[in-house]
Every structure is written in structure tokens, then in C-alpha cells.
């Protein structure tokens, strides 16, 4: 009875000790910041020397916001997969630290014929991660298996169409695979013919959809290529292991086979999903990871912690104007009034204050840090800037919108996302365009990504926040999206100049870089300033908190988010 | 009885059958796709796509196709993890869902049956209030931010166990599963207590008293096992619902269990892991259920399953 009793008490004791823990008093978390504080000073100071010698132990943690879904080059379609795959495997190119595509399977640079019809690539003495040399075989194999309509690949048919000589037919199950515009003509010479001359196509060489496959291997396995580390092959800086196919971590190994393995220090990174943006910060606080993505509210917080990291990306979102509803031109068809809406809202607030995550103001379509000319000048400087706010400008502009309409009033729904930051940023909006412009009610519908491409497909919306991230290095990428009856159209915009000026860049124009970018520049005013058919807002930007010993890591405008290759810990010790 | 059992095993099937065409019918109104480049790619492309998975056929036939292969247990394959079975998907998570739930259950109960005894025994003392309270705040604050209060001091400012992840063997377990445990312990402490004042009231205890019986068996032998019934039943659903993963806890610690995946899922319309896990937490549910009734009449004699009205 007495030792019941005891136990009785000690179990209440603990119980209410963790209780009272749990609810501890705001000065513990006051002292506990200045804590950290001291902590993070002594982080910056230690690896003050900026090109330091990498540390012997060369072992990162990290996170990724979801688990991988396939490491399979023919069917990757998401961020993660692709990440991985620009880790443990290589293309003909990669992208370098300056994200230039330089030769990385190929060994030297490819031979482009005079037409720009064919490409010839040499490939290098590399190894797969089983010891077996890469040929040129490995890549015809991969490239007809992702173009094949039975391999069900979404990029495949995406990235070759039009490009790659047939793609289009075989994909549409017309012709044989075999037809496909590429050839082994020795065991390390590869040649590539094209539709039409691409002048980005060496950067395509890098994506992730054109890797190799070694055909013996995805035979052996057959459905279980690629479900886990162990049913992979690896031809680039590190190996993927740990992986169950389905868990929500996973390690990279240093790739000791890789050909240019003496370059790569890091021996191993330990990834670990983390989906929530406060655990990853706290986990990064705690040290259990050295970089760490911060979004949502959080990122306002932690925009001024001396390690935090803003990173611009190449995603552009901008307001879509839908002229047709329903088979009858909405308001929305009026050029004065798009105008009005496009130069009505203050982007530089939106930007800093509103989303406060690193994202800059857009008056563009195509994204700054992204394309550059000949010369290496960014299409930036190129095009300039387009549609920016003139809040007395947008009022005359409405005004005579109004009037060629034969109204004084008008309702417009915003359609946008169900997130948090998505309806802020759309009261913004809503606030802005109601004062700026007399007579417009604008009604808010926030629906999930899901729903929103369906209403996007259906046509069924006045004004919708969209966005794109390219997945090729061109301005091309951006521009096509608004061709009369695009794929990503749907708002009913046609301008037979602007479709004159994307069809010349694909057509004559393709061999001669400088006018090229020319007619981009004059499509993107026609498209902007001209038209207004889109109302840019925003390139969007990441906040990342990232240990300072943390070095070398390079992030790519398109395809793959990172490189880990030329990454290494310095200063840690 | 085990014409009960036999009954009741039917009814489980029946059930089931109705919860999966239910989450068949339901699954084909939500909008969009499981792919994720859709909105990149041409209509052809798209038919390629959606044929490789299956999903270009018309709606019954994808039915007859899912429930004859449900009737092999095999639940599909996972249109997010491609070439994965979901099968494979839920094996892979469950461990580290059910450590967690299991140990949140066996410590949720245990403190909170201990609480609630001596709320019962020691009534309007200070032991009464001190445990009602903290039963009140176990039901009244969510298991999140329980969570999140023990992951920022227990684990960020004082270092005594992981923020989260799960490769920390069993310490990586110990924050999720007190967040967990704090429902059931109120539960059953309130349950408890409730439940054995009334029964130290009745006639039996009385009696038990007068033949000398002492404290210890009065409290153990006599009342609790009565007040036992009404928390059992409570404690099946909860039980379920622990064991198969907790959705936000999961995500606020980083564990890669049923209930984190069941959220990525839901996120990219993987249609065939949502309705796989919302089987798999049906079943479980219904087994659990069938378990708690079969209890009964361990617990109680009196309970009679069979004859009757039963």
C-alpha cells in the first residue's frame, strides 16, 4: 500500500513537471534568444576566411520539403526528383558554378552543323557506378524510352516535341520510337538531329530528361528500375543510398567512380524531409541541419538573422486576363481596362511587406538573372521595364475603359490560391485596385492549386494570379506561353505580331542570336505594354538560413534547384 | 458468442465495402490531376500519361478494376511515389506511426487512470483539483500545441531530447508520443474519476467496506473495474486514431509515419494512397471497435454477447 502510494505521487510529479515545462515563462525564452544569439556570432566568426581550407570531416546535413517520388530520368516530374537526379547523375552538359551548361559526359564541346540541324557529341571515359564504362548507346536508349507514349513520361514528350527529329509523331504513338533524332555512331559518338535549330539546346543537354540510361540494367530490373537505391545506377558525383523508395530520408554517397571525382569534397550528405518551414528552423538552430528553407510568416522574421540567404528564383507570377467567358467577351477584352488593372498596384509594397520572403517587384515577364545574350548581357537590361504602377495614369486609363464599355461600374473576381501568403497578398490587390480604380468591387475566390487549373483549363474566371518557372534557359520558355492558342493561353489572347515574332525566333531567326533577343524584347512590350495582356507582379525569392561554414553550393535557374558537386564544409571544426 | 462473432465479422465486411465505394465516389469529384506538370503538357500527352496509370478509363471500370483488387488486398499503385504499391507505401510508414501511437496510448492511460483515481479516492482535495485541471487542459488544449510547446523547450532551448526527425532511435519517439498521450490521459482521467465516485456510492462498495475490505482492494477490485467499461469504449476510437498516425503531430516532429503521408498525399491528389490510407484507417478502426465489444465481456461478466437482444 505505502509503495503504492509513492508510485502514485512520483507519477503525478513527473506529470506536472512536464506540464509546468511545457508552459514555462516568457523570460526563459528571452534569455534563452540571447543564448543563440552568442551562439550564432561565434558561428560567423570561426570561417572568416572566406576561401578556407575544407575541413577533413566533409559531412552535411540537409532537408528537402518532400519525399522523392522517382528517380527514374524518364519520369521525374517534380523538384525533389529532379534535384536528386542532377546529384548521383549526369547529362552530356551541366550546368556550372556561373550555371553556363559546360561538357560534363560529353568531352569536349559538341559539333553543331552549319544549318544547326545536327549536333555531334563525344563522350568521355566515364564509368557508371557498377564499373562499366557510359556510351553513347546509354543515351539513345533513354532518350526513345522517354519518348515512348508507353513509358507514360510526362517530360519526355514535353521537352523533345518539336526539338528532337520525331519526338512529336512517336510520342503521339504515330511512328516508332526508333525513328527518334538521335543516333550512336560509335560506342562514345552520339549524334543528335533536330526538328528545327534550337539555340538553347545545349542547355537542355543538362535537364534531367535527357540523361542516360544503361539499357541492360533498366532490362534487369524491369519495374523496379529506380524504385530504391539499390536499383539505380550512378554516373554523377555521388551515389544515392538509404533509400527505401518511399521514406522520408536518404544519404549521398561521394561517387568514387565519377570522372571527375578528385573536384568533389563533400563525402556525404544526409538528407531528411522536413515539411514543416518552423521544425526546419529549429532543427537548423539546434544544429541537426546546416541550411534551412524559411517560409510563410517565419520568413519576415528571419529576413534580417545574419545567416539567412535571399535567393531570387526564376518563377515570374503575374495576373492573367481572361477576355473570354463563356463564349462572350468580358470586360477584361478591353484594352484601357487591363491597362488600368496592370499600372493600379504598388509592387515594391507588395514585395517588401506583404510577402516579405525575398521576392522582387516584377515589371517583366521574363525573370532577371535568368537569360543573357551573346555577350552575357542579362535580357533585362535588354527589354527593360514594363507596366509599372502609375496610380494617375491607371485612373485615366480606367476612365476611358469605362467609358468605351458604356459603364460607370464594374465587378471583377480575382481568382488565386488557398494558401495564407496567396490571400494576403490577393486583399492586397483588393485594397489597391478598389482605391485606386472608382467604381471597380473586386470579390476574392481562393481555391487549391487543383481546382484552380481546372477552372483555369475551363476558361471559368475574370482575373487569375498565375505564375511560371521555366524549365529551359531561353526567354523563349516565358514567351511561348501567351501564342495565340497556347497551351497556357487560355484567357483568349491573340496578337498576330507577337506570334510573328515567337514563330521567327523558333524559324529564321534561330541562327542569329542578336536579333533573336531583339524580337524577345519587342514581343515582351508588345505583350506588356502594348497589350497588357498580363499584369506582371512579382519574380518570386526564397529565404534559406545557411551556416557559414556551409560553402560552394551553387542553385540553378532551371531543372534541378541545386548542385552539390563543388559544395564543402569549411570552418566547422 | 461465436455466433456474435460471426455476425459482427460479416457487418465488418459489409462495412468496408460501403466505406470503399464511398471513398471510390468521393476521391472521382475532387478536381484536378495527379500529375503534377499537367497544366505543361499537350492533350496527347496527357492521354499517354493518364493511360499508363490507368486512369483514362471510364469511371466503372476503374471501380470493378479497384474493388477486384481490393479483394486481393492489393490497394493499387501510388500515382505520387511512381512504380511503388501503396501497400509498400503504408508498410514502410507504419512503424514509426504505431510506436508512436502505441506509446502515447500505454501513457496516456496509465497516468490518466492514475490521475483519475486519485481525483476519485482523495474527492475535493487538493489532489481532486490539481488533476481535474490538468485533465481539463489535456482535453481543451490540441495535441499540436502541446507539441509544439514541448519540441521549442524541451528539445530547442534546453537540449534534452531531438527537435525532431526519426533517427534518433527511441529518443526521437519521446516528445511526439507525451504530445500525443496528453488526449487520453484527460480522457481517461476524467472518465475515471467520474466513474468510480459514482461507483464508491453504490451498495457493493458499502458492503465491501463493512466486511473489512481495505482501501487498495476497494479502489482496485471493486470500483475500477467497473469504472473501466465506459473508458474502454471511449478509448478504442481514440486508440485507432493515435496508432494511425497523428497528421500534425507527425509534420511538426519530421516523422516519416502513415499520417504525414496521408498529408502529402492529399497535396498532390495522389488518389490511390488517399483511398488506400483511408481504407487502411477504416479497418483499423472497425477492428478496434470488434475488439472493444469482445472486452466487454471480459471486463464485465454481466455483458452477455450473445442470446438475448444482443
Known amino acids: 500500500m505505502k509503495n503504492t502510494k509513492w508510485l502514485l505521487l512520483m507519477a503525478l510529479t513527473l506529470v506536472l513537471s512536464i506540464f509546468l515545462a511545457a508552459c514555462g515563462g516568457t523570460d526563459d525564452k528571452k534569455e534563452d534568444t540571447t543564448k543563440d544569439d552568442g551562439k550564432d556570432e561565434n558561428a560567423t566568426e570561426t570561417p572568416a576566411k572566406e576561401d578556407g581550407e575544407p575541413d577533413a570531416e566533409q559531412i552535411l546535413n540537409l532537408a528537402e520539403s518532400a519525399a522523392i517520388p522517382s528517380v527514374d530520368s524518364a519520369i521525374v516530374e517534380d523538384a525533389v526528383g529532379f534535384n536528386v537526379l542532377n546529384n548521383v547523375n549526369e547529362g552530356l552538359y551541366r550546368l556550372d558554378q556561373e550555371n553556363k551548361a559546360i561538357p560534363a559526359m560529353a568531352s569536349e564541346e559538341a559539333t553543331e552543323s552549319e544549318d544547326g540541324l545536327t549536333y555531334t557529341f563525344k563522350l568521355r571515359d566515364a564509368k557508371w557506378s557498377d564499373g562499366t564504362p557510359v556510351t553513347a548507346e546509354d543515351f539513345v536508349f533513354a532518350w526513345q524510352r522517354a519518348i515512348d507514349p508507353a513509358t507514360g513520361s510526362p517530360y519526355g514528350p514535353f521537352m523533345m516535341s518539336g526539338t528532337v527529329k520525331n519526338a512529336t509523331a512517336i510520342s503521339e504513338g504515330k511512328m516508332d520510337k526508333k525513328e527518334l533524332g538521335i543516333v550512336a555512331k560509335d560506342e562514345k559518338t552520339l549524334e543528335v538531329t533536330l526538328e528545327r535549330p534550337v539555340p538553347y539546346f545545349l542547355s537542355l543537354m543538362s535537364f534531367g530528361t535527357f540523361y542516360p540510361q544503361k539499357e541492360a540494367f533498366v532490362t534487369e530490373k524491369g519495374d523496379a528500375y529506380a524504385t530504391n537505391s539499390d536499383n539505380l545506377l550512378y554516373n554523377g558525383p555521388f551515389t544515392l543510398t538509404d533509400w527505401d523508395g518511399t521514406g522520408g530520408?536518404?544519404?549521398?554517397?561521394?561517387?568514387?567512380?565519377?570522372?571527375?571525382?578528385?573536384?568533389?569534397?563533400?563525402?556525404q550528405i544526409n538528407v531528411n524531409v522536413v515539411q514543416d518551414s518552423a521544425t526546419a528552423v529549429k532543427l537548423y538552430k539546434d544544429g541537426k541541419l546546416d541550411r534551412a528553407g524559411v517560409s510563410g510568416d517565419l520568413a519576415m522574421q528571419y529576413s534580417t538573422d545574419e545567416e539567412a540567404v535571399l535567393q531570387p528564383e526564376t518563377s515570374v507570377f503575374y495576373m492573367k486576363f481572361n477576355q473570354e467567358k463563356g463564349g462572350k467577351?468580358?470586360?477584361?477584352?478591353?484594352?484601357?481596362?487591363?491597362?488600368?488593372?496592370?499600372?493600379?498596384?504598388?509592387?515594391?509594397?507588395?514585395?517588401?511587406?506583404?510577402?516579405?520572403?525575398g521576392s522582387l517587384p516584377a515589371n517583366f515577364l521574363v525573370p532577371k538573372d535568368f537569360a543573357y545574350d551573346e555577350d552575357g548581357k542579362d535580357f533585362r537590361e535588354l527589354s527593360g521595364d514594363h507596366l509599372e504602377y502609375n496610380a494617375e495614369e491607371a485612373k485615366d486609363l480606367w476612365a476611358a475603359g469605362l467609358k468605351e464599355l458604356g459603364v460607370d461600374s464594374l465587378e471583377l473576381e480575382i481568382l488565386g490560391g488557398d494558401t495564407d501568403l496567396s490571400k494576403k497578398m490577393d486583399e492586397y490587390f483588393k485594397s489597391q485596385l478598389e482605391t485606386n480604380l472608382e467604381g471597380l468591387t473586386i470579390k476574392l475566390k481562393e481555391v487549391p492549386f487543383a481546382v484552380r487549373l481546372e477552372l483555369d483549363g475551363n476558361q471559368d474566371y475574370d482575373i487569375q494570379i498565375s505564375g511560371w518557372g521555366p524549365d529551359f534557359q531561353d526567354p523563349i520558355s516565358f514567351l511561348d506561353l501567351f501564342v495565340t492558342d497556347g497551351t497556357n493561353n487560355l484567357m483568349s489572347y491573340s496578337n498576330p505580331e507577337y506570334d510573328k515574332l515567337i514563330a521567327d525566333s523558333k524559324g529564321d531567326l534561330a541562327l542569329k542570336p542578336a536579333e533573336r533577343y531583339e524580337a524577345f524584347a519587342k514581343a515582351e512590350k508588345i505583350l506588356l505594354d502594348e497589350d497588357a495582356a498580363i499584369a506582371p507582379i512579382y519574380q518570386r525569392g526564397l529565404i534559406f538560413l545557411e551556416k557559414p561554414y556551409f560553402k560552394g553550393l551553387v542553385s540553378h535557374p532551371f531543372g534541378a534547384d541545386y548542385s552539390f558537386k563543388w559544395a564543402y564544409i569549411s570552418g566547422k571544426e | 458468442m461465436v455466433k456474435y462473432v460471426g455476425k459482427r465479422i460479416i457487418y465488418m465486411f459489409i462495412t468496408m465495402f460501403l466505406i470503399a465505394t464511398a471513398t471510390f465516389f468521393l476521391m472521382q469529384t475532387l478536381p484536378g490531376s495527379p500529375i503534377a506538370s499537367y497544366s505543361?503538357?499537350?492533350?496527347?500527352?496527357?492521354?499517354?500519361?493518364?493511360?499508363?496509370?490507368?486512369?483514362?478509363?471510364?469511371?466503372?471500370?476503374?471501380?470493378?478494376?479497384?474493388?477486384?483488387?481490393?479483394?486481393?488486398?492489393?490497394?493499387?499503385?501510388?500515382?505520387?511515389?511512381?512504380?511503388?504499391?501503396?501497400?509498400?507505401?503504408?508498410?514502410?510508414?507504419?512503424?514509426?506511426?504505431?510506436?508512436?501511437?502505441?506509446?502515447?496510448?500505454?501513457?496516456?492511460?496509465?497516468?490518466?487512470?492514475?490521475?483519475?483515481?486519485?481525483?476519485?479516492?482523495?474527492?475535493?482535495?487538493?489532489?481532486?483539483?490539481?488533476?481535474?485541471?490538468?485533465?481539463?487542459?489535456?482535453?481543451?488544449?490540441?495535441?499540436?500545441?502541446?507539441?509544439?510547446?514541448?519540441?521549442?523547450?524541451?528539445?530547442?532551448?534546453?537540449?534534452?531530447?531531438?527537435?525532431?526527425?526519426?533517427n534518433d532511435g527511441w529518443k526521437s519517439s519521446i516528445l511526439p508520443s507525451i504530445a500525443l498521450a496528453m488526449g487520453p490521459l484527460a480522457l481517461s482521467a476524467r472518465f475515471i474519476r467520474t466513474e468510480m465516485i459514482e461507483v464508491m456510492g453504490s451498495d457493493y462498495i458499502t458492503l465491501a467496506k463493512a466486511k473489512g475490505a481495505n482501501g487498495f482492494e476497494i479502489a482496485f477490485k471493486h470500483a475500477f473495474r467497473n469504472a473501466l467499461i465506459p473508458l474502454i469504449t471511449v478509448l478504442g476510437p481514440v486508440a485507432a486514431g493515435l496508432v494511425t498516425g497523428s497528421l500534425v503531430v507527425e509534420q511538426i516532429f519530421a516523422i516519416p509515419g502513415i499520417g504525414e503521408q496521408f498529408v502529402s498525399s492529399i497535396m498532390v491528389n495522389d488518389f490511390a494512397t488517399i483511398m488506400g490510407t483511408t481504407l487502411f484507417f477504416s479497418a483499423f478502426l472497425i477492428v478496434v471497435i470488434f475488439i472493444v465489444d469482445i472486452l466487454y465481456g471480459v471486463i464485465d461478466p454481466r455483458i452477455r454477447l450473445s442470446g438475448g437482444k444482443a
Not at chain 2, 511515389?81 to 496516456?108: E, H, T, W
Open chain 1, 249 to 267: 530520408s536518404w544519404v549521398y554517397k561521394k561517387n568514387d567512380e565519377y570522372w571527375d571525382a578528385e573536384n568533389v569534397k563533400l563525402t
Open chain 1, 329 to 357: 467577351e468580358t470586360p477584361l477584352a478591353n484594352e484601357n481596362i487591363r491597362k488600368a488593372i496592370a499600372k493600379s498596384f504598388q509592387k515594391e509594397d507588395l514585395a517588401d511587406v506583404v510577402l516579405a520572403n
Open chain 2, 40 to 166: 505543361k503538357l499537350t492533350e496527347t500527352q496527357k492521354q499517354n500519361v493518364e493511360k499508363k496509370y490507368g486512369i483514362d478509363k471510364p469511371k466503372p471500370v476503374q471501380y470493378a478494376i479497384y474493388m477486384k483488387n481490393l479483394a486481393k488486398g492489393d490497394l493499387g499503385t501510388s500515382f505520387a511515389f511512381k512504380n511503388k504499391s501503396v501497400n509498400d507505401l503504408l508498410a514502410s510508414r507504419i512503424k514509426p506511426s504505431f510506436i508512436l501511437g502505441a506509446q502515447a496510448m500505454v501513457f496516456g492511460t496509465i497516468i490518466g487512470i492514475l490521475l483519475g483515481m486519485i481525483a476519485a479516492l482523495k474527492q475535493n482535495t487538493f489532489w481532486d483539483y490539481g488533476s481535474t485541471f490538468f485533465a481539463i487542459l489535456g482535453i481543451s488544449i490540441p495535441s499540436f500545441v502541446f507539441a509544439t510547446m514541448l519540441q521549442y523547450y524541451i528539445a530547442s532551448q534546453w537540449h534534452l531530447l531531438p527537435v525532431g526527425l526519426w
